[in-house]
């Protein structure tokens, strides 16, 4: 998943470097990812049931439907040119979070805590980071039209993405010392891009239908 390294490579080289103890049992360290992984996944899925939730609330016309894929896909463009550094779209709108007090001394907390839960926390917060995949699962996550419908779309969205962002915690030293994650960011920019133009090519045929 070049995508998922790209985008939250940083945040899994941060806590591993500052929170993980390398001298630490292979299983503690594994038990430490697995936790952060687990939090990702719950944010997740509570986004997808709210999706969900909105999704049987509205009942979208096709047309409409199709005006929403579209907006997602632009956004999707916008967020794959920002990640190439192109625009300051992406760097725009993390910057707004990442000054918000709130985020900052709860982010501080977690990011100094050695315990489980402080991972589980990280991941949360993680979670709710601005990210151009998990609003094209959220679109189809509303489209389900159930609370249920949409947080098992997420969940099995976190699930997949889990293998990924599990060997990246347990490589992180190497790519430290690498290009490895600058160039994944390339690839996950063109992934997103990509799956931008197809939602915004559904969306314009729905629309025009």
């Known amino acids: ?41 719950s944010s997740y899925t509570f986004l997808g049931m709210i999706f969900g939730v909105i999704g049987s609330v509205f009942t979208f016309s096709s047309h409409l439907n199709g005006y929403f894929y579209f907006a997602i896909g632009i956004l999707m463009v916008l967020m794959g040119l920002s990640m190439m550094g192109k625009i300051k779209f992406l760097t725009s709108l993390e910057a707004t979070i990442a ?4 985020i900052k001394t709860l982010f501080s907390k977690l990011i100094h805590s050695k315990t489980m839960a402080s991972f ?6 993680n979670g709710f980071l601005p990210c151009g995949l998990v609003y094209f699962f959220l679109a189809a ?55 931008g133009i197809y939602m915004a090519y559904l969306g314009y045929t729905a629309a025009i239908a």
């Open 1 to 41: 998943m070049g995508h998922c390294i790209g985008m939250c490579g940083g945040f899994v080289m941060a806590y591993s470097s500052a929170k993980i103890d390398t001298s630490a049992s292979s299983l503690r360290q594994f038990f430490a990812h697995l936790s952060y992984n687990l939090g990702r996944i």
């Open 141 to 195: 996550a509303a489209t389900s039209g159930s609370l249920l419908g949409g947080g098992l779309i997420m969940a099995l969205f976190g699930l997949a993405t889990m293998p990924a962002m599990l060997g990246l915690g347990f490589v992180v030293g190497f790519l430290k010392g690498s290009g490895f994650r600058e160039v994944m960011i390339k690839i996950a920019s063109l992934i997103i891009m990509g799956y």
């Open 99 to 102: 000054f918000n007090p709130f």
């Open 120 to 125: 589980y926390g990280l991941g949360v917060l």
